[in-house]
C-alpha cells in the first residue's frame, strides 16, 4: 500500500522540510540524490510511504533481495537519525543511521551503516552492516 503525501506534508526523513522539496524530489520529482545522505534519507522516506518501486530502482542488482518489503506493511516508522554521512571516494560513500520503528511487537530501533556506490553518476544502495549485533 502507497501512502499519500501533499505539498506541505513534512518529509519523513526527519529534515524538517516538506516532503516536496526534500525526499519528493527523488520519490515523484525525478530528480537524482547528489549525495550518499540524499540517497538514504530518501531510501527511509520511500519505506515509510511503501514506495516499492523507488528502493528497487535504488538497490544495486547483485545485492537485491527477493522480497526488500516484505513486512513493511506491519511497520509504522517513528523517526530516521542520520549519525555520520563519509565519501570514502568519489564514487563510494557510507551512512550511518538509526531508524526506529514499532510493529505488534514492540518498538525497535535498526542501526545500520549503509554502503552506497556511484554507478554511471547515480547513487546506489549496495549493502549495509548492523553494529549493534555481535
Known amino acids: 500500500m502507497t501512502k499519500k503525501t501533499t505539498p506541505a506534508t513534512l518529509c ?3 529534515s524538517g522540510k516538506d516532503f516536496a522539496a526534500c525526499c519528493g524530489r527523488f520519490l515523484d520529482g525525478g530528480q537524482t540524490p547528489e549525495t550518499p545522505e540524499e540517497l538514504m534519507r530518501s531510501r527511509y522516506s520511500a519505506y515509510v510511504l511503501g514506495r516499492e518501486n523507488w528502493i528497487r530502482a535504488t538497490w544495486a542488482p547483485e545485492t537485491y533481495p527477493a522480497a526488500p518489503m516484505e ?7 517513528l523517526g530516521l537519525t542520520v549519525k555520520n554521512a563519509a565519501l570514502q571516494t568519489p564514487t563510494e560513500g557510507t551512512v550511518e543511521f538509526v531508524a526506529r520503528g514499532r510493529t505488534r511487537e514492540g518498538a525497535f530501533r535498526m ?3 549503509s554502503r552506497f556506490e556511484k554507478r554511471d553518476g547515480v547513487w546506489v544502495y549496495v549493502d549495509g552492516t548492523f553494529p549493534d549485533k555481535s
Open 71 to 77: 513486512g513493511a506493511d506491519k511497520v509504522k516508522w
Open 12 to 14: 519523513p526523513c526527519g
Open 111 to 113: 542501526h545500520e551503516i
